[in-house]
């Protein structure tokens, strides 16, 4: 769907089924890259910035929010999911003290689990600094949100990786990574370390439940599947530059396409948020024979 759904315009508009949803846990934090990010980027000195349209042309509320997309983002309708009310975690950058303990979103655009991954495109905070982030929001909450049996039942989602490939491994020119590792070696761990934590070898981290999700899986039943969730366009952007709108991001006030819910990709390299909506929903909702999470779903994470 391009327009946002009614649940996101505002808490008035909301239904009123959804208005009585229990939140599921007391808090969310977001970590990641520009998949996730919700205006992180907007006043420092990146090209990895969607703070002008065309994105979020069709977020409601105004102005736009500094998603790289049409309107929300999958955390966006994870948090929603999750009976978020309103369903919008905010971006760290732009929050309120008030915000801190029921969540934050510390994701950048260009961000990389390496912490020189993205620098190509100026400044942005890789993981290790949005991690000094949510430790300097935790000095400023009280100690009745800090408290570890809270912050233990809280969603932690961390989204990023691709960036150490687009804007690290494959730029040979700009970056050595790719004379330190092999393609394989780069590759290997996330699902194992993963099963590995879930084992109790996380160290500090042991009782935590990790659960590692699938986007790849996601996409490629997505793509097998789209004529079925009303995807008529899987190989263009719906604005961008270059070869199938797919080289360059959104210009700033560049016409995009007119029917949003059609496409799969909204510029080079982000999901619309039809497909977002699509990419949460199998999160959220995955069985273990589709493997889109493992080992559970988002919702059964947050159950326990």
């Known amino acids: ?3 946002s759904s009614p649940a996101f315009v505002s808490p ?17 934090y977001i970590f990641g890259d520009s998949l996730v990010d919700s205006g992180n980027n907007n006043n420092i000195m990146s090209l990895a910035r969607a703070n002008y ?3 979020g042309v069709d977020f409601a509320g105004g102005a736009p929010p500094g998603r790289f997309t049409n309107g929300l983002t999958v955390v966006d309708f994870l948090a929603d999911m999750l009976g978020f009310r309103p ?9 309120q003290p008030g915000d801190f303990a029921r969540g934050l979103n510390f994701a950048s655009g260009a961000a990389g689990i390496r912490a020189e991954t993205g620098n190509n495109l100026g400044r942005h905070y890789p993981l290790s600094e949005q991690v000094e982030h949510f430790q300097a929001a935790l000095r400023q909450m009280g100690p009745n949100a800090t408290t570890p049996e809270r912050l233990g039942r809280c969603i932690f989602y961390v989204g990023m990786g691709s960036n150490d490939y687009l804007n690290n491994y494959f730029m040979p020119n700009y970056y050595t990574t790719s004379q330190s590792y ?4 780069y590759a290997a761990g996330l699902l194992s370390m993963v099963k590995k934590f879930n ?3 996380g160290g500090k981290m042991a009782g935590a439940k990790f659960v590692y999700l699938d986007t ?9 599947n789209a004529g079925g969730n009303g995807f008529t366009v899987l190989d263009r952007g719906c604005c961008g530059v270059g070869r199938n709108n797919g080289q360059i991001t959104c210009l700033p006030m560049q016409q995009p396409c007119d029917d949003r819910s059609k496409y799969v990709f909204w510029d080079a390299f982000h999901p619309t ?3 977002n909506r699509i990419y949460a929903a199998r999160q959220f909702n995955s069985s273990s024979a589709s493997g889109d999470a493992y080992p559970m779903s988002i919702s059964q994470l947050a159950a326990l």
């Open 216 to 224: 790849v899986r996601t996409g490629r039943w997505l793509a097998a």
């Open 53 to 55: 349209r065309p994105y």
């Open 199 to 201: 084992r109790g070898g």
């Open 182 to 185: 092999d393609p394989a070696a």
């Open 12 to 28: 008035a508009m909301a239904s009123a089924a959804a208005q009585k949803q229990k939140q599921m846990v007391p808090c969310m």
């Open 273 to 275: 948020e039809a497909a």
């Open 1 to 3: 769907m391009a327009p």
């Open 87 to 95: 369903p919008l975690i905010p971006a760290y950058a732009m929050a």
